[in-house]
């Protein structure tokens, strides 16, 4: 999951040219503007039943377990000017509602709730911080693959 929105981060910056960092880290801050994502809730069971199949792969039996949950990503956008964190922060979102759409389908993404964007700005000691933000909800599918016997017999006990 880390590397898929890792992926998607690159891609939504190479797009809007935006640089975007991840939150709660020790790295130096870029020169504004920026954005920064948090991954608030990385793992929330969705509706329905995992899938478990099998896949056959000539000598070898594989069983396969496919689950759908969704996660939810933070964005603030910070710049030295408010006007400017909202208007980058409309582009970040439009990113997420319509030109990141080919690359999210490709990898299996979907985009299930697009916030609002809410005015994030705190007042520091004796100046602003100004920031906007949204938070973005997805749909993600994990897989897991194990290798496992072949059975030559069923047998049924009954009554």
Request: charged letters at 25%; glycine letters at 6%; hydrophobic letters at 40%.
């Amino acid at each position: 999951m880390i590397d898929i929105i890792k992926s998607m981060i690159a891609k939504a910056y190479q797009d809007t040219g935006l640089r975007i960092i991840q939150a709660n880290t020790t790295a130096p801050k870029p020169p504004l503007p920026y954005a920064v994502y948090n991954i608030t809730a990385p793992y929330v069971k969705d509706r329905g039943q995992p899938n478990v199949m099998t896949r056959d792969a000539g000598e070898e039996l594989y069983l396969q377990y496919e689950e759908q949950y969704l996660t939810t990503i933070s964005f603030n956008v910070y710049a030295d000017k408010n006007e400017t964190t909202i208007d980058n922060a409309i582009k970040l979102r439009q990113w997420f509602l319509f030109f990141g759409q080919d690359f999210l389908q490709e990898n299996g993404i979907a985009v299930v709730n697009v916030g609002n964007i809410e005015n994030r700005t705190t007042f520091l000691v004796d100046s602003y911080e100004y920031k906007h933000g949204f938070d973005v909800q997805l749909r993600m599918t994990q897989n897991i693959e194990v290798q496992t016997e072949w059975f030559d017999e069923v047998i049924f006990k009954g009554e």
